[in-house]
C-alpha cells in the first residue's frame, strides 16, 4: 500500500484524512500548546523564588523552546483564520 503525502527532506508529511480540517487543527495544536506550556511556567518560577538558578537557567531554555512553538502555532492559526483571497478575473 503506498503512502500519501509530501516529502520535504527526510521526512514523510501524510495526507491522510483525519476528519479535521487544518483550521481546526491549528486551533488544537495553540490550545494544547497554551496547556503544555502552563506547567514548565510555574516550575521555573518556583525554581527563581527558591533559588534554584542552575535549575531555573535550564528551565528557561526549555521554556523558551516551547514559546517559540506557541508563537509559531498561533502564527500559523492567524494565517490560516484569514479569508482566502479571491482570484482576479482578466
Avoid at 479535521?20 to 523564588?49: C, F, N, Y
Avoid at 482566502?84 to 482578466?90: F, G
Wanted: hydrophobic content about 40%.
Amino acid at each position: 500500500m503506498a503512502i500519501k503525502g509530501v516529502v520535504r527532506g527526510d521526512v514523510v508529511f501524510s495526507e491522510e484524512p483525519t476528519g479535521e480540517d487544518q483550521l481546526s487543527m491549528a486551533r488544537r495544536h495553540v490550545v494544547e500548546g497554551e496547556r503544555r506550556i502552563a506547567a514548565p511556567r510555574r516550575v521555573v518560577a518556583k525554581l527563581d523564588r527558591e533559588g534554584h538558578d542552575n535549575l531555573a537557567t535550564d528551565g528557561r531554555v526549555l521554556l523558551q523552546a516551547l514559546e517559540t512553538s506557541l508563537a509559531l502555532a498561533r502564527d500559523d492559526l492567524a494565517r490560516r483564520s484569514w479569508p482566502e483571497p479571491r482570484s482576479r478575473r482578466t
